[in-house]
């Protein structure tokens, strides 16, 4: 069965974007590129919210190389992204399609489809909305040394306590650390 992982970078007092939704604090490298695309390379489907999308829709069709990776350019360019949104009346980036509603029946069923994982990208809103639904399998959390004070929070409006289980940690040299977790609910034991 396909796995949804939540891949975030956020700040040591965990908001994933600022105030105004800036991610120019993010801390960034070779090392964390590898990461970026090790992680990439394993999955075959991308959701955002619409914020997220649409901040990533103004970027990666124009990103080129030497700047990026053309691995990760490729792949967010080239791979199925779902949006969800209410507001949002079409995707215009390639191979987007639009959900009005998160449906936990349907993403169940997403997941049983053969295939790579799922992973999503930034989109607070919607990893709190399916991990209060127990859909999110594994979180890889990349926190940066930065205190922001104020931000998105990475997890809001959550109904109950999540139990995770942390699997590895990797300190990259610029500082970052890279938390990875299983949901309690893949414990296996």
């Keep these: 069965?396909?796995?949804?992982?939540?891949s975030e970078y956020v700040s040591l007092d965990s908001y994933f974007a600022g105030p105004k939704g800036e991610i120019d604090w993010f801390f960034w490298d070779k090392d964390i590129e590898k990461y970026s695309i090790d992680l990439i390379s394993t999955v075959d489907t991308i959701l955002f919210g619409r914020v997220t999308y649409e901040m990533m829709a103004s970027y990666w069709p124009s990103a080129s190389a030497p700047t990026n990776d053309q691995?990760?350019?490729?792949?967010?360019?080239n791979l199925p992204k779902i949006v969800f949104s209410t507001t949002l009346g079409k995707a215009?980036?390639?191979n987007t399609k639009v959900?009005?509603?998160?449906n936990a029946e349907e993403i169940s069923e997403m997941k049983k489809y053969p295939g790579k994982n799922i992973v999503i990208y930034g989109s607070g809103s919607i990893v709190s909305a399916l991990l209060n639904l127990g859909l999110?399998?594994?979180?890889?959390?990349?926190?940066?040394?930065?205190?922001?004070g104020k931000g998105k929070p990475l997890f809001k409006d959550l109904n109950d306590r999540h139990k995770?289980?942390?699997v590895t940690t990797k300190i990259f040299n610029n500082g970052v650390v890279?938390?990875?977790?299983?949901?309690d609910k893949n414990r296996g034991d």
């Design 1 to 6: 069965m396909r796995k949804i992982i939540a």
């Design 71 to 77: 691995i990760i350019i490729d792949n967010m360019n």
């Design 92 to 94: 215009e980036w390639k």
């Design 99 to 102: 959900i009005k509603e998160i």
């Design 136 to 148: 999110i399998d594994e979180y890889h959390l990349c926190v940066n040394p930065i205190v922001l």
């Design 164 to 166: 995770l289980r942390l």
């Design 178 to 183: 890279l938390l990875h977790y299983l949901s």
